[in-house]
């Protein structure tokens, strides 16, 4: 099936540390969305992004919708501790089912106090 | 309010048997949907349920995997003669149609 193109697949960082993980396709999708999930937990949604070069933020996080509708990035600002854990891209292709997601593999966030 | 449950949270079975695992949506929600979750992986598609229309089945992996939703709400997934490989996190999701997806905690299997 289709393939998202997570990275990076793990990153060690220091709090206070910004990071940066993104998703690239050879496909173009017209949603894409940021996931985060805990341990033991299932994924919550923490952006939402419908446009090509839609730029959104929630709290501390920033995600953008690429202009080619390929790509799309999620940017943490000022990490701390709580930030820990597994963030997946996913989105849906453009003709493809509207209900239908796409997941990358994820990108591990460990955040060293 | 409620969010989306499933239970067993986790459940050890040994390869052959067969296992029902449950997913309650959130009141109201039409569509639900399973995945399945190997370690390191992304999601996995496996069905998807919309109020009174034919399942998209389509994400089923095999002929041993099942799933049906009762009076569109509660759903259950079934795996029959169990396989190694069928050990994964498996999630449930649902949604009212107008927004994205809420997913339950998972069901973590292990097949000894």
């Known amino acids: 099936g289709q393939q998202l193109n997570q990275s990076p697949q793990s990153m060690f960082i220091q709090e206070g540390e910004d990071v940066s993980m993104n998703c690239t396709s050879s496909s173009i999708f017209n949603t894409w969305l940021w996931y985060k999930q805990d341990p033991g937990e299932g994924p919550v949604l923490l952006i939402a992004l419908y446009k090509a070069g839609e730029l959104t933020s929630n709290g501390r996080l920033t995600a953008q919708f690429g202009i080619t509708r390929k790509d799309s990035f999620l940017n943490i600002s000022a990490s701390i501790p709580s930030d820990v854990g597994i963030y997946f891209c996913?989105?849906?292709?453009?003709?493809?089912?509207?209900?239908?997601?796409?997941f990358g593999k994820g990108t591990l966030l460990t955040v060293n106090p | 309010g409620a969010g989306v449950s499933q239970s067993p949270s986790n459940k050890v079975t040994e390869k052959g048997k067969d296992v029902e695992l449950r997913c309650d949506p959130i009141s109201g929600h039409t569509a639900l949907y399973w995945y399945r979750q190997s370690l390191g992986q992304g999601l996995e598609f496996l069905i998807y349920?919309?109020?009174?229309?034919?399942?998209?089945k389509s994400g089923l992996p095999s002929d041993r995997f099942s799933a049906e939703r009762t009076g569109g709400s509660v759903s259950t997934l079934t795996i029959q003669r169990t396989q190694q490989e069928d050990s994964a996190v498996y999630l449930c999701a649902s949604s009212s149609g107008k927004d994205e997806q809420y997913f339950g905690p998972g069901t973590r299997l292990t097949v000894t």
């Open positions: 349920f919309q109020g009174n229309s034919a399942p998209d």
């Open positions: 996913a989105g849906r292709l453009r003709g493809g089912s509207n209900y239908k997601l796409t």
